[in-house]
């Protein structure tokens, strides 16, 4: 394995949607709320910055009434306790799973938590509200501030890294997500690809569900401590 995770995950909305956070693609989701053309491109937020800042605002205050629900909480869990190396990719953008414990963690699609100047490339925490009149603590420029967010027609974070470990993992395992976004929705197809086994746990089939060699549907706060339970017991 030369030092690679034994066990990937992948994790969507799925997993922060029994926390009170919304999912994207659920007929009641986000993006049937408010249009990604919107607030979720760089194009939008050069042509309507208060727009784009303002509904990322709202998604950083939410997250932050939010707590770890028990799926965030078994996958901390599994991290600390298992015989190998585990690593989380997740999709979404809360701070759910860092406070639940995970440390082997890669934000794919950037953080509600952090600010990225579009000026000098410059990352940093951040918790409150975002405006225009922010300033970057490095370039010193101001209406440059913008959510740490990988938005559509950008490039995932740390790709080369994840396909890396994908590759080499004997387990992956997908967990709330749709399927519906690549190329996060093509890593099941790349695991089973170079021989590890593959396993979804989702509220109901995904669009890749045929790419995995075992499904499980239902909640993810009862899927996934049961299977955590599974692999320390060694079954």
């Excluded at 209406?143 to 993992?169: H, K, L, N, S, T």
Aim: hydrophobic share 45%.
């Amino acid at each position: 394995m030369n030092g690679a995770p034994g066990i990937v995950i992948l994790t969507g909305a799925g997993v922060s949607a029994e926390s009170g956070l919304s999912t994207f693609r659920d007929a009641d989701g986000l993006w049937a709320k408010v249009r990604i053309e919107d607030v979720a491109t760089p194009e939008a937020y050069a042509r309507d910055p208060d727009k784009v800042l303002g509904f990322y605002n709202m998604r950083r205050r939410n997250a932050g009434e939010a707590a770890p629900n028990a799926a965030h909480r078994a996958l901390a869990r599994l991290e600390r306790e298992a015989p190998g190396e585990v690593l989380i990719v997740t999709q979404n953008v809360d701070d759910l799973h860092d406070r639940a414990g995970s440390r082997a963690l890669i934000h794919m699609h950037g953080e509600l938590m952090s600010a990225l100047c579009a000026a000098c490339g410059h990352r940093w925490a951040w918790t409150g509200d975002m405006s225009r009149d922010d300033a970057c603590p490095r370039c010193a420029r101001s209406g440059v501030v913008r959510p740490d967010i990988v938005w559509f027609g950008e490039m995932p974070y740390q790709m080369d890294r994840i396909e890396a470990a994908v590759e080499d993992c004997a387990l992956f395992v997908s967990i709330g997500t749709s399927g519906a976004v690549y190329p996060a929705a093509g890593l099941s197809m790349a695991a089973r690809a170079a021989g590890a086994r593959t396993l979804e746990l989702n509220l109901e089939p995904s669009e890749t569900v045929s790419s995995f060699e075992e499904a499980r549907h239902g909640p993810a706060s009862d899927l996934v401590p049961a299977w955590v339970d599974e692999v320390l017991a060694g079954r």
